[in-house]
């Protein structure tokens, strides 16, 4: 059965700290990974990952795969309370189905 | 402006009625989807399409149904059969570019309660 683990579940901060949220996976014949960002509603997205060590960058986050060792991680500099919301990682599985598998999330907050 | 939308944001029904759910999406998107959220559980698929006239289950797919007859339209009803409904239901699009299937765009979502 695909599935995706993502910790901690639960990550308070500072503002200005610098934050790392990890993903793993384990699905039949990995396709893309996905990170979104869940602050009041509407899950946005963030990142589509396919290749292992290209990072991926925008602002203050950055993410990065390593398809060898199965996970990613999602990294946030300079932590602003803006920040602070659920990001959920979703893997798509190869084989004819377009349907995404979602980890829980990892709910952080970020205070002054 | 393109986007998908979803109708009602809150929805009160009493127990044992079937609910409609309504999605559109102006994206001309392919696939479609509709995930369930509860506290702690993450998201998970209940259906999805891929083309017109076609549809798979998901994870939890029973005491739900759902049509596609149109490509913009993709509603959930939520049946007297589902022994839970009460949730934050979200509804997510995607195409494809080469082989590889774009990212989700998701609605706004529609919390339903059952009392």
């Known amino acids: 059965e695909d599935k995706v683990v993502q910790s901690p579940l639960s990550l308070v901060v500072h503002e200005g700290d610098t934050v790392t949220l990890n993903c793993s996976y384990e699905?039949?014949?990995?396709?893309?990974l996905l990170w979104y960002k869940q602050e009041k509603k509407a899950p946005t997205f963030l990142f589509m990952l396919t290749s292992s060590g290209i990072e991926k960058k925008s602002g203050r986050l950055s993410s990065i795969l390593d398809k060898k060792e199965l996970f990613s991680i999602l990294n946030i500099t300079a932590t602003q309370t803006g920040d602070s919301a659920v990001y959920l990682c979703a893997v798509h599985p190869q084989g004819g189905s377009e349907k995404l598998v979602f980890g829980k999330g990892t709910k952080l907050t970020v205070n002054p | 402006d393109g986007g998908i939308t979803q109708s009602p944001k809150y929805l009160f029904r009493k127990e044992g009625q079937n609910v409609t759910l309504s999605c559109e999406q102006n994206?001309?998107?392919?696939?479609m989807y509709w995930y369930r959220q509860d506290p702690g559980q993450g998201l998970r698929l209940i259906y999805y399409?891929?083309?017109?006239?076609?549809?798979q289950k998901g994870d939890i797919a029973e005491g739900y149904s759902v049509s596609r007859e149109k490509k913009e339209s993709f509603p959930l009803t939520v049946t007297s059969a589902q022994k839970n409904p009460t949730a934050f239901y979200l509804c997510?699009?995607?195409?494809?570019?080469?082989?590889?299937?774009?990212?989700?765009?998701f609605g706004q979502g529609t919390r339903l309660t059952v009392v």
């Open positions: 399409s891929q083309i017109v006239n076609d549809f």
């Open positions: 699905v039949t014949n990995f396709r893309s």
């Open positions: 997510a699009s995607s195409n494809w570019e080469g082989a590889m299937n774009t990212e989700a765009f």
């Open positions: 994206l001309n998107h392919d696939a």
